[in-house]
């Protein structure tokens, strides 16, 4: 046993999806009394690190150890009977019962067979007054705030079983003064010699909180860290895989400042998924690059362009124009295009083909009554197939049977036939080949070169760094530094990355 | 007023109205008779009822309620006349051969993830099916014991009556109450409801649960064919065709959310209690259609849908802010 005092200790842990691995040969020391967090990018591992250790999961190799006996939770009832417990970003309790009886759902205090509600209402009322929380325990659980339901989660896990707590970015609902709250809880629980493992994303609750940290890239684990041993450029540089000395990418042609109205205008944008006063004009040809960690609303920004988040303060102006989508349709109808992130479950439409799913947009634009007839989808399918050399025996194939860089490419294909002005990428290179990659890097030069807009979020900085001739670093939802021109670097964008608020 | 229990209160004053409006527009209608008429005659609906409750409150449906009732009924009469068993022999193996039928569909829908709407829909199917290879015919009961079952009672002043029948659903809703609100299996009903994945994340049996609520539902499906056939003195394939439907319009009625989570054993009494006068007020009018009942409780059961979207939305709307932490 290598640390002192670990309550949990895993050596090795192997997870595999269908021979994918997600999590490789992991080593991690959880000890009494320490607050740990556990960082990386999605992708990561981190999800599904936790859900190994919480009985979710079976892992396919290695060991976890409580108190230094090796354990096998099956699910997350035989995690928490070895005292694992953990709380979820979604509040995983129940809307419909009382506080208290969310507290104690199945351990509830019984005399012959009847459950003794007052007792339960005592010991939840006393419970909660650990966590400083003064409320009426009989009102159902759906009448208190988000916050405050998170705190009587905490509440729950840490009364099931006070050994190990593990939060799965537990502040992503709440307000500064509620992060806070629970903060102070936390350092309680501490104190009183709990291990809590914190996933979060946001750096400076990392330093603020945390004693140790543990980074995870690409289902490995990058190191463990003394917290405040570990300057911010590095934890940043750990995350991304990225070195701030990083060699610098050849960058495109310079921006020009010309003196036509911006092709698109953000002013002081809020919206209602939570990004607030983002501010950015585009001219035609431009890409622009949306920075920052997950979770900065890189994608928000993305989503509130399309129509598919409305915009609740500030304006949007296409040229002259503005411009207010209500609705996806109605950004496509004004030259939007965009391609999602979630490839998967936004993007491919899975039962359908390579040829219908390329030509459905452009069909949905001219309207059902004026159908493509077959040879011109044909003609059409060819020339993009040709074009974005789309590697595809056969374009009646199901789309699922395509690699993810092809499937990637007919998405990008679907959205060119619409002609676009203003095309959306957000992480258009996740999980594809470095073959596609590179064309995929191509295209969008191409396409600024022909005059269209191109809004490109992306975690890969490299890439960003590679086309963009204006990258905008988001944090905490808010646009923190725009970038353009000669600064670009990669080391400019790591470094607005990591700054401290 | 606690938005929780408003449905149950809404229906009880509902309830009160509609026999305040019968008592003036008719003499006796007001009776300890008529009430308790009410009670011997929607017995064997108000005991599916309270199952269906338990089966809704978890967000899932039992469509196979009728025809076990009529399946229990046939079985019953042709166990007793047929075969020539004791009613207190036969009473145990109706009730038993309910039980495994319902743990067979919850085992179903547990199991192999299906829709408790398709399960219990062939569970329709199969129950009527089984039901008629016993008998096509009604099979008319003729024993002393049946007889002292169907005589026995207590007389109340006014001519009211309360029989067998009356005392087995008073029987069945204590035992609904103590099970909702006294029990940890009715914790995990309402949880499941409320929410089955973050249910299963808490720990709660998902699958114990789900086979015991469909358990219950078809036990006192079975319970109410021994009263149905008591009552009828007979058993027979065809009855209770629809009686499914007139359980959970019940239900809604009485308040419960149909999408499950929410809801009262006692509402659902007063939903049978108020369809059951609203039939005793058409067959005072006399000239009216007996139809009419339907289309009153079709109209009813859209109100309460309406109501119980405008009080769904209260209950997730409504939040105390974060300026209840000290």
Known sequence: MSAQNAVLQLTGVCKRFKGVIAVNNVDLDLRAGEIHALLGENGAGKSTLIKVITGVYTPDGGRIEIDGAAICPKSTLDAQKHGISTVYQEVNLLPNLSVAHNLYLGREPRRFGCIQWKKLQRDARALLQRFSLDIDVNELLSSYSIAVQQLIAIARAVDCAAKVVILDEPTASLDSREVGLLFQILRTLRDQGTAILIVTHFLDQVYALTDRLTVMRNGEKVGTFVTAELPREALVSHMLGKELQAMEASRASQHTDSVDPAALQLRELSSSNGIRNINFSAQRGDAIGLAGLLGSGRSEVCAALFGLDSVTEGEIRLGEAPYKPRSPAQAIAQGFALCPEDRKTDGIVHPLSVRENMIIAHQAQRGWWRPLRRSEQNKLVADATQRLKIVCSDPEKPIGELSGGNQQKVILARWLMTHPQILILDEPTRGIDIGAHAEILQLIRKLCAEGMTLIVASSEIEELVAFSNKILVMRDKRLSTTIAGQDISENAVLAAIAEPD | ?326
């Open chain 2, 1 to 326: 007023m606690n938005r929780r229990t408003l449905p149950v209160t809404v229906t009880g004053i509902l309830f009160v109205l509609l026999l305040i409006a019968g008592a003036v527009q008719f003499t006796g209608f007001a009776s300890p008779r008529v009430i308790l008429n009410l009670f011997t005659d929607n017995a064997f609906l108000a005991i599916i009822a309270l199952g269906m409750t338990f089966v809704i409150l978890s967000g899932g449906i039992d469509l196979s309620v009728g025809s076990v009732l009529a399946f229990s009924s046939v079985l019953c009469a042709s166990l007793i006349q047929v075969h020539g068993w004791h009613p207190l022999q036969a009473f145990p193996v109706v009730l038993l051969a309910g039980a495994c039928f319902g743990a067979a569909m919850g085992i179903f829908i547990h199991v192999y993830k299906l829709q408790p709407f398709i399960v219990t829909l062939a569970g329709m199917f199969f129950a009527r099916g089984l039901a008629t290879v016993i008998s096509e015919q009604s099979i008319p009961i003729e024993h002393s014991f049946i007889d002292a079952i169907n005589n026995f009672g207590f007389a109340l002043p006014g001519r009211g009556w309360i029989g067998s029948a009356t005392l087995i659903l008073i029987a069945v809703f204590i035992f609904g109450t103590w099970l909702a609100h006294f029990t940890r299996l009715g914790g995990y009903i309402y949880a499941l409801g409320g929410n089955a994945n973050s249910a299963a994340l808490l720990g709660v049996p998902v699958g114990l649960t789900t086979i015991s609520i469909y358990t219950l539902s078809s036990t006192l499906a079975a319970l109410s064919g021994i009263v149905y056939s008591c009552y009828t003195a007979s058993g027979y394939a065809l009855t209770g065709i629809g009686l499914e439907l007139d359980a959970i319009a019940a239900v809604v009625i009485g308040g419960t959310l149909i999408s499950g989570g929410y809801g009262y054993v006692l509402g659902t009494l007063l939903g049978v209690l108020t369809m059951g006068l609203i039939q005793t007020w058409i067959s005072f009018h006399g000239s009216l259609s007996s139809w009419w009942t339907k289309i009153f409780i079709g109209s009813l059961v859209l109100m309460f849908m309406i109501f119980q979207r405008w009080i769904s939305q209260g209950l997730t709307g409504r939040r105390h802010g974060p300026d209840r932490i000290n």
